[in-house]
Nanobody, 123 residues
Framework: QVQLVESGGGLVQSGGSLRLSCAASGEIVTILTMGWYRQAPGKQREMVATITSATGTNYVDSVKGRFTISRDNAKNAVYLQMDSLKPEDTAVYYC?????????????????WGQGTQVTVSS
């Protein structure tokens, strides 16, 4: 089973920056999509940014120009650089990775989520 470990959340003032990291481990064969999602209190989880080899990067409109997603294929890692943070960016951020793995000696699809990391932006 592919596992994800996230790090980098915390408390920052409005206008500040944070960098989230997520590393995937397990019997990974290929990674198709890596992304970051967030969920604020009382709201549904939303896509923040995704990155794929085929289609490049995609961002929710509210973070365009402020957040940058990147990946390190050698480390099976994905990052989210968050600049010019706003109080409305406050949420729990989740890493998501989809691809193929070897499970019980068979090639299988996986869709794994990180444990979540809290990002709090004070005004």
């Amino acid at each position: 089973q592919v596992q994800l470990v996230e790090s980098g959340g915390g408390l920052v003032q409005s206008g500040g920056s944070l960098r989230l990291s997520c590393a995937a481990s397990g019997e990974i064969v290929t990674i198709l999509t890596m992304g970051w999602y967030r969920q604020a209190p009382g709201k549904q989880r939303e896509m923040v940014a995704t990155i794929t080899s085929a289609t490049g990067t995609n961002y929710v409109d509210s973070v365009k120009g402020r957040f940058t997603i990147s990946r390190d294929n050698a480390k099976n890692a994905v990052y989210l650089q968050m600049d010019s943070l706003k109080p409305e960016d406050t949420a729990v951020y989740y890493c998501n990775v989809r691809g193929t793995e070897v499970r019980s000696f068979k090639l299988s699809m996986f869709d794994s989520w990180g444990q979540g990391t809290q990002v709090t932006v004070s005004s």
